[in-house]
């Protein structure tokens, strides 16, 4: 299949400020793909291409098999973005959202109230689709969010853009939405994802690309980056200073605060073993271990910790009064 988003040195400056700067980027159809970056770094310009939204000053960008700008309308039709913040109308119940949404899409009035019902039900909403959006937890609300963005035909949804889907929302409501994000690419839509916390895209990118200055410092899964970029650690708590002083030159990371410092390792077993009996064979000076597996977190820091990116003037994802972008969705 055609690949659901393809961009070929797609630029966009603010003033004397370039944010996207000849970023490429090639998301296969039906897959959730997860894009990276410090604040500022790219990613809400990117986003806002993407969907239309904002219109690049060179390059090429597809989505949908559609061109972003010659042909807006037919990427409108295919597409649904979610933003950093549950725009629901909160004086309305869940199942008035979704029907005034679907609406507004171009749904008919008995088309509306069917599509409502089928999204209550697929998001856990039911029992609560009479209640005012206003007695809606976090979670519950993120999730009619994403369903109003999703009123749409199915067979006509291609790709779901969600702009940090899961900001400020607690842990269990931010699993109840990871879980909605399994769901859509199960069901073969390609979500297309930034977020700031680098658990979420772990757990739920087939593919991750980390922004630095409008460009893709890597691009891989999840464990390839991790392979390549991030590293294991055994970190030892040394028993007194003394100690400490005597092992730093064999660290990577140090905290004489706690008196830590971190010694790579491949993490095995056996090298485990074979480090602290090398660093310690009096068994004297570390008084406890952990090994600290690679992460996302340390790939990202490894990319960008030299990495100086402009500010995004544009801001969160789509806030202007127009009606195809009050929801924070893109109608057809």
Known sequence: MPPAIETTGLSKSYGDVRVLDGLDLRVESGTVFALLGPNGAGKTTTVRVLTTLTPPDAGHARVAGHDVV?????VRAAISLTGQYAAVDENQTGTEN??????????????AHRRAGELLERFGLTGAGDRLARTYSGGMRRRLDLATGLVRDPAALRVVFLDEPTTGLDPRSR????????????????????????????????RV???????????????????????????????????????????????????????????????????????????????RFGVHAATLDDVFLHLTSTDHAPADPTGPAPAA??????TGHVPA
């Open 175 to 206: 699993q109840e939405l990871w879980d909605a994000v399994r769901e859509l690419s199960g069901h073969g839509a390609t979500v297309f994802l930034t977020t700031q916390y680098l658990e979420e895209a772990d757990r739920l990118a087939g």
């Open 98 to 111: 979704l029907r005034m949404a679907a609406r507004l899409s171009g749904l008919s009035r008995r088309a």
């Open 70 to 74: 010659t042909a807006r309308s037919r």
């Open 321 to 326: 009064h127009t009606p195809d972008q009050e």
């Open 209 to 287: 690309a980390v922004l630095g200055r409008g460009r893709v410092l890597a691009e891989g899964t999840p464990a390839a980056l991790k392979s390549r970029w991030g590293a294991h650690r055994l970190d030892l708590v040394l028993r007194d200073r003394a100690a400490y002083l005597r092992l730093s030159g064999r660290a990577v990371t140090h905290d004489p605060a706690t008196l830590t410092l971190g010694v790579p390792t491949d993490g095995s077993a056996a090298h485990v073993r074979a480090l602290l009996d090398e660093l310690d064979p009096e068994r004297r000076d570390v008084e």
